[in-house]
């Protein structure tokens, strides 16, 4: 697959539409009951994202991760954040070789293509701050030294809404790094039975084999990057977007960087529906996902992004849909 400047093909959306379907059918062989969160993992991947994951303890946050970066070919980390991680144990440092008689860099676990950053909420704003940058830019600086991070990347990180005891709320700049926010709830009655039998013997992780190398997600993010997106959809974006800032219960609106966010999550949700182009419909399913915990409301709500959710799902009740707004040609 070559890819220039120029439009999705229906060569290059076949190729990269069974792709995506491909890494979000194998993480299910090992999450059972939890495809939303499955799709959200893989359309983040696809569009260059960061994804928190909202959630009780034991619904399978961590494994979702650990089954992304397998079904991609790639190496995984998992840091588990304490009130006493500091950034160092994030980034990695810089240590004196005798041999060398000079430093050289240790990376830490932040170097790798999917990285997990267990109760985000329970390290101090220091060290969270220390994400800002490979979140954002794809790199680590230490010691005025850059070092670019593995590609693909995609960080994942999880929190519990629920207990608040010894916790760090976000900040809002690192919220608005996250493209999506899901939340990850209890499986059904089936689903649950099913988790029952598929760990009898041995975990299904365990022969989760890759359905991509790390290559050809790269490839196919460049692909996803081309989908069309028509200028009454664009604008659909902006206005959703600016909505949010006049609404009564926002004290602070979604940034310009979740217009981006949105629109690119829109074009990996089209790709993984068969389509070269966006329509609307893809932005209004995306939106309480993107936009909903970047939202400040006027009342404090502990349940996550919960409530922001509602909010912007009301949003998309009183802003006209445009019609027309398809693909070219």
């Known amino acids: 697959m070559k890819l220039g400047r120029g439009m ?41 994202g960061n994804l928190l994951l909202e959630g009780v303890p034991g619904v399978g946050k961590t494994m979702l991760a650990r089954a992304i970066a397998a079904s991609i070919e790639g190496t995984f980390s998992r840091v588990q954040a304490t009130p006493d991680l500091l950034p160092s144990d994030l980034t990695g440092i ?27 909420n329970r390290t101090t704003p220091r060290t969270q701050s220390a994400l800002l940058e490979p979140m954002e830019e794809r790199q680590v600086t230490v010691e005025n030294v850059t070092h670019r991070l593995p590609e693909p990347y995609l960080l994942i990180a999880t929190q519990n809404p629920i207990e608040q005891h010894g916790t760090y709320p976000l900040p ?71 909505a949010t800032r006049g609404h009564p219960e926002v004290v602070l609106g979604a940034s310009p960087r979740s217009m981006l966010a949105l629109t690119r999550t829109a074009q990996a949700k089209a790709v993984a529906e068969g389509r070269t182009y966006v329509l609307p419909d893809d932005v209004k399913s995306l939106a309480p996902a993107v936009l909903g915990h970047r939202l400040v409301l006027r009342s404090f709500d502990s349940a996550g992004s919960a409530r922001g959710v509602e909010v912007v799902r009301a949003i998309l009740e009183q802003v006209p849909v445009p019609l027309g707004a398809q693909g070219r040609g």
């Not at 093909?9 to 009951?33: F, H, M, P």
């Not at 810089?94 to 990285?115: L, T, W």
């Not at 649950?192 to 299904?204: E, G, I, N």
Request: with cysteine; net charge negative; charged share 25%.
């Open 172 to 242: 809002e700049g690192q919220l608005d790094r996250f493209t999506m926010a899901v939340q990850v709830g209890y499986p059904d009655h089936d689903a649950a039975k099913d988790v029952v039998r598929r760990q009898m013997l041995h975990h299904p992780i365990e022969d989760l084999l890759p359905v991509l190398t790390t290559e050809e997600v790269t490839r196919h993010r460049r692909a996803v990057r081309t989908v069309h997106v028509d200028p009454l959809v664009v604008d659909y974006v902006v206005t959703v977007v600016q």
């Open 8 to 48: 999705l093909t229906e060569s290059d959306l076949v190729q990269t539409s069974a792709a995506l379907r491909r890494v979000v059918d194998n993480v299910e062989r090992v999450i059972a009951g939890g495809r939303k969160a499955v799709e959200a993992a893989a359309v983040c991947l696809f569009a260059e």
């Open 94 to 120: 810089s240590v004196y070789d005798q041999e060398a008689k000079g430093f050289r860099f240790v990376p830490g676990p932040i170097f790798a293509n999917v990285v997990l950053v267990d109760e985000i």
